[in-house]
């Protein structure tokens, strides 16, 4: 997957992974692709919720990489507009 | 306890006072930030004056005004998420905006995993209590008479049954389960690894019914008639086939002519326990059939105190949050004793079975010890309410 910018959430709880993914893809030009690096489990199901209706973001896909025993769960955002 | 700076601080409530507040049946508003999946799965329940709103937190950083102006100004907003970090952020986001808000101390896994523990019983023979989980609808029980305490079912936190057995200055001399759960992990075999004390349980139920394993757990079979002297009382085994083959129930015989039956998933107040756990619905229905309507009057006085091991509805127990009825009050008022022909009740039960949570069959080789979760995972096995009742 081909992204323009990375923000890296790990360690941090929830609310915070979505707060800062909000604020990152608000500022980036459209049609760029930020790749959100968060080790918070419930982030999977919570961005997927919050992309159902955010405005002008898409979510284009979601990993789970395990990382030296860890697991990262990785999401890519689109500024659609 | 800040997250983000500039964050108006709130206050936090605790799941017992949550529960009080329930248990009053005073009007609450809960707003579960969870996401919709998360909140339909397990909704934290109330009688008839609990308003709950399901508002996920990132409708709050998508849109504030837009979220804020779904929750009413004029009452107290108790927050729920599933950590606690989501619902202080909203709490505080709808503070800073004139709203009174709390958030829940420790998300919906301290409510999950809060206990709730009243006498059902207290006598000059002793006491019997009910330690319940009331976000799971679970009940378990202690009978602590003559500086003994045997547990009846006791759940996944043991800690919670030392420190009350140890405050009744008794010591836990027996650990009975009426069947291996599916819906929950059972605290018996580390209380027994704790405690020294025996852990009983049916054979039948120590193969796990769809792996066809056996038990690699201490346990000692439990038999119908094994009789137990706890200190004044009597615990009698009585087998109670149908929701596992091993389901056992256990009758108390107190010297003041009082009795209790500990019926497990055998029968409940209102329903029953579902036949179809083990995989064979229709082989076990025929069998639950023949101890509801042959074993059960058999071990039940009118009187007797029917003490079950779920409840589906708060309204089940009394105001008080006790869940227990005297067995001519069941008979007169539960579905699963109207008279039926084997054949109707087949019909009846088979049309009834609620859906079949994955998990469950993952929680009896818990049970059975074939798998060892860690905590986390323990936690995410036993998320949300018991489906062990049949459906309405």
């Not at chain 2, 201490?218 to 706890?230: C, L, N, V």
């Not at chain 2, 009057?297 to 227990?324: C, K, N, R, W, Y």
Request: net charge negative.
């Amino acid at each position: 997957m081909d992204f323009n910018q990375t923000l890296d959430v790990k360690g941090a709880k929830c609310p915070m992974p979505l707060v800062k993914s909000r604020k990152a893809v608000s500022e980036l030009p459209v049609g760029q692709v930020l790749k959100v690096v968060a080790t918070d489990r419930g982030s999977l199901a919570d961005f997927q919720g919050w992309a159902k209706t955010a405005k002008n973001v898409e979510l284009l896909a979601q990993e789970t990489v395990n990382e030296g025993g860890q697991d990262l769960y990785v999401h890519y955002l689109k500024r659609t507009a | 306890m800040t997250i983000t700076e500039g964050q108006t601080a709130v206050a936090a409530f605790t799941p017992a006072e949550l529960y009080a507040r329930i248990l009053r049946d005073e009007p609450l508003f809960i707003l579960d930030v969870r996401n919709e999946e998360e909140f339909q799965r397990s909704p934290i329940e109330g009688r008839a004056n609990l308003t709950t709103v399901n508002i996920p937190y990132f409708a709050f950083i998508e849109d504030e005004e837009g979220a804020a102006a779904q929750v009413p100004q004029d009452r107290e907003i108790f927050v729920v998420c599933a950590k606690e970090g989501s619902s202080q952020y909203v709490a505080s986001l709808l503070a800073e905006r004139g709203y009174q808000a709390r958030y829940l101390e420790g998300g919906y896994i301290s409510w999950g995993n809060f206990y709730d523990i009243r006498d059902v019983v207290a006598a000059d023979w002793g006491r019997i209590v009910q330690i319940a989980r009331p976000a799971r609808g679970d009940l378990s029980f202690a009978v602590i008479s003559g500086g003994k305490a045997a547990l009846i079912d006791p759940m996944r936190h043991i800690a919670v049954y030392r420190e009350l057995v140890e405050k009744a200055g008794a010591t836990i001399t027996h650990l009975f389960d009426t069947h291996v759960h599916a819906d929950h992990i059972s605290g018996g075999p580390a209380l027994a690894a704790a405690t020294g004390a025996p852990y009983y349980v049916h054979a039948y139920d120590a193969i796990h019914p769809i792996d066809m394993l056996p038990a690699v757990i201490d346990y000692t079979h439990i038999q119908e008639g094994d009789r137990f002297q706890i200190g004044e009382v009597t615990i009698t085994a009585r087998w109670f086939p149908g929701h596992t083959l091993g389901q056992v129930n256990y009758r108390l015989d107190a010297p003041d002519g009082r009795s209790a039956l500990f019926t497990g998933d055998g029968i409940f107040l209102r329903s029953f326990g579902r036949p179809d756990l083990g995989g064979k619905g229709e082989a076990w229905t025929p069998i639950l059939y023949r101890s509801l309507t042959e074993r059960l009057p058999q071990m039940a006085d009118d009187t007797t105190l029917i003490l079950p091991a779920h409840f589906s509805s708060l309204d089940e127990g009394s105001a008080d949050g006790v869940f227990a009825a005297p067995y001519a009050e069941v008979r007169a008022t539960n579905d699963a004793l109207r008279p039926r022909d084997e054949a109707e009740f087949t019909s009846y039960v088979l049309s009834h079975l609620p859906v079949f949570p994955a998990e469950y069959v993952e929680i009896k080789r818990v049970n059975i010890g074939l798998v060892t979760p860690c905590e986390g995972k323990a936690g995410e096995l036993e998320l949300g309410k018991n489906i062990c009742a049949l459906a309405k």
